[in-house]
């Protein structure tokens, strides 16, 4: 179910150790201190918020921190940017609405 | 926020590298080399910057990593920095150039004040964005995005991808794409000719992989997120032409259509900025010494111009040994590294992609400028 | 499967072969001999220390365009792993009934001698089967393999890479 790269021709990846994490009210594994939208996109979830204005299906377009187009909620918090954000154990994910609000 | 607030910094450095890229930690290297007291600031874990998703082996000149794979050269200067003491504060943002010259940064949530007397800027380039039906739908990456997830955290980043533009990253992510397993249906580039080099062009083409030249993506499909893209041949006034659309099945769409120099904390700084288009647009004024028009700070890499990975590492050296010296005075040992990468700079400079640079880089001096670009 | 574009991207395959230094009819039925594709002035030139002949210079500054003196070239196969931008081939026509293509091969999973895989042109199109005669996974070739396919006799000039049906 978890979409990641087994063997590759050049690179080797080092992950961290696996942990559970709740994306809206389900759980997902995903290994600690890789971001957020990396275990997501790997559990085959790409819609991570829905625009302000239309309710837009929103991913991630830059995965470097610098568009914005990934904020989410986590532990509820709003605005997180999770490509950036790294994965902890226990974590609760969810998709955020426009602006978000603080919980 | 006033400026006496951060009379007392947390943090006091020398010189002081935002951004710990190929251009950023080759400065702090040379600057730590001739003996100054060094802090490189990195938003991301580990340092390397673009170089840390290439898988492929790099051109350029024997004295800098020709023919070494670009994650392995990040490798090299990350163990380089370490070896010789270099400090670095990774996970941190810097989020704002402020009075005193004094830079703000979160890092863990918690802000902090960092203050330098040099600041080297090697902040690089965010991807150009493109306008098209449903462009804001999930599935549509930008190139670099995609190399990440799956270079950097080994996620396969979908099933089948279509990429828009044929510079050298539009060229080099499809091969990484087929190096990890996944279907490239096709490279689509507007203008009448690709745009990266040729052997990068015939790896892909070789592979099967088409690319359609005067082609675009007009429309992207899906409920949730990419299931097809339409694609249209585009006519000499790069209007689409009626009748040539296409659907190509795909997951993903990789905006590959060129860089943007992330120059806003220098906006913030007062750096005089010049609107130059050969150097990828908005770019800090600079002189050949890469100081910009502040004299505490210098630049280099993309944030100089949208470059190579091979031509910001000089860059970076250059910067490096030229803000040290600015410190220390004249120094010949400074001054030689400077030279000696400025030399390899020139070299590189003479080949006929790099004329847009040179040409670019002169519209700094007006005066010594041509009329207009034959 | 793949629609062909009304506007493709043609390779110039004339000033690539135009580039290499034409191989004499007497020096192909020699041995092996290499082929190099870089066509452009990019500033690279790994090849020229690759080379334990001295047959492959670069003549002036870095981003001119290799030569080959195919005198010295014995084909040994060691230049094809070390350019950067896999454009180095070695082909043999000594065979009497076909010929050998060498190429750089960085896909997993690795070809394995015996076995038969598609043979594709510069273009990507399928142009005969490819018989796996060699594959070299040196560690001092940093994870790029060179990988030996038999072809007819008259595609050796052609076939550049090798596909595998799924």
């Not at chain 1, 990846?13 to 559970?20: L, P, Q």
């Not at chain 2, 088409?210 to 082609?215: D, G, Q």
């Not at chain 3, 070390?82 to 180095?88: D, F, T």
């Not at chain 3, 005969?128 to 070739?141: G, H, L, P, S």
């Amino acid at each position: 179910m978890y979409d990641y790269i087994t063997r590759h021709p050049i690179l080797e990846f080092k992950r961290g150790k696996k942990v559970k994490f709740h994306f809206e009210d389900t759980e997902l594994e995903g290994y600690e201190n890789q971001p957020i939208a990396a275990a997501l996109h790997a559990a085959g979830i790409k819609v991570l918020s829905f625009s302000d204005k239309y309710n837009r299906p929103r991913g991630f377009f830059c995965a470097v921190g610098k568009c914005s187009s990934c904020l989410m909620e986590v532990n509820g918090r709003p605005n997180v940017m999770v490509c950036m954000e790294p994965l902890r154990a226990g974590m609760r994910v969810k998709r955020q609405k426009g602006r978000g609000k603080s919980r | 926020m006033t400026g006496s607030r951060y009379e007392m910094p947390d943090k006091k450095s020398e010189i002081c590298v935002i951004g710990g890229g190929p251009a950023g930690l080759e400065a702090a290297i040379a600057a730590k080399e001739l003996g100054a007291q060094v802090l490189i600031i990195d938003d991301n874990p580990i340092l390397g910057g673009q170089l840390i998703k290439q898988t492929h082996k790099f051109f350029g000149s024997k004295a800098h990593y020709c023919g070494v794979r670009g994650v392995d050269i990040g490798t090299v200067l990350n163990e380089k920095a370490a070896a010789l003491g270099v400090e670095v504060v990774n996970n941190a943002t810097v989020v704002g150039y402020y009075d005193n010259d004094t830079l703000g940064i979160l890092r863990d949530d918690t802000f902090s004040a960092v203050r330098a007397e040099r600041y080297i800027f090697a902040t690089g380039a965010s991807e150009n964005m493109l306008a098209f039906d449903n462009a804001d739908l999930p599935g549509v990456y930008g190139a670099g995005a995609v190399q990440t997830m799956m270079n950097v955290y080994g996620v396969v980043p979908g099933r089948r991808a279509l990429v828009v533009g044929s510079g050298n990253i539009g060229l080099i992510v499809p091969y990484q794409l087929l190096q990890a397993g996944v279907e490239v249906a096709a490279i689509v580039e507007i203008m009448n000719k690709v745009g990266g080099y040729y052997v990068h062009a015939a790896k892909i083409k070789r592979a099967g992989v088409p690319i359609y030249l005067k082609h675009t993506v007009t429309e992207v499909q899906g409920k949730e997120s990419v299931e097809a893209a339409v694609i249209s041949q585009v006519g000499d006034d790069y209007t689409c032409l009626m009748g040539t659309e296409k659907t190509i099945e795909c997951d993903m769409i990789l905006i590959a259509i060129g860089l943007s120099p992330l120059c806003d904390l220098l906006h913030q700084a007062g750096c005089r900025i010049d609107y130059i288009p050969e150097l990828g647009g908005h770019v800090p004024y600079h002189d050949k010494n890469m100081r910009t028009s502040r004299s505490n700070i210098f630049v280099c890499g993309d944030l100089a111009c949208i470059e190579e990975a091979s031509t910001a590492m000089l860059e970076g050296r250059i910067a490096g040994a030229r803000a040290y010296e600015s410190l220390h005075g004249r120094k010949s040992r400074a001054a030689e590294i400077a030279r000696q990468a400025q030399k390899e700079l020139d070299i590189i400079r003479t080949s006929p992609f790099e004329e847009r640079i040179v040409y670019g880089k002169k519209k700094f001096f007006p005066g010594q400028v041509p009329e207009a670009k034959s | 499967m793949q629609e062909r574009a009304t506007v493709d991207y043609p390779l110039f395959l004339d000033s690539i072969l135009a580039m290499n230094t034409p191989v004499s009819a007497e020096r192909r039925k020699k041995g092996p001999y290499v082929v190099i594709e870089c066509p452009e002035k990019i500033p690279c030139d790994p090849c020229v220390d690759a080379c334990p002949n001295d047959a492959i210079t670069i003549p002036g500054s870095i981003i001119e365009l290799p030569e080959v003196d195919y005198e010295k070239c014995t084909g040994c196969l060691v230049c094809i792993p070390r350019c950067p931008g896999l454009a180095i081939f070695v082909i043999d026509e000594t065979p009497e009934d076909h010929s050998i293509v060498y190429i750089p091969y960085e896909f997993l999973p690795r070809p394995k001698r015996g076995e038969t895989a598609m043979g594709l042109d510069r273009e990507g199109k399928e142009r005969c089967e490819a018989k796996i005669i060699k594959v070299i996974d040196a560690k001092k070739f940093d994870r790029c393999a060179i990988v030996g396919i038999s072809v007819p006799k008259e595609l050796g000039q052609e076939i550049r890479a090798i596909r595998f049906r799924q």
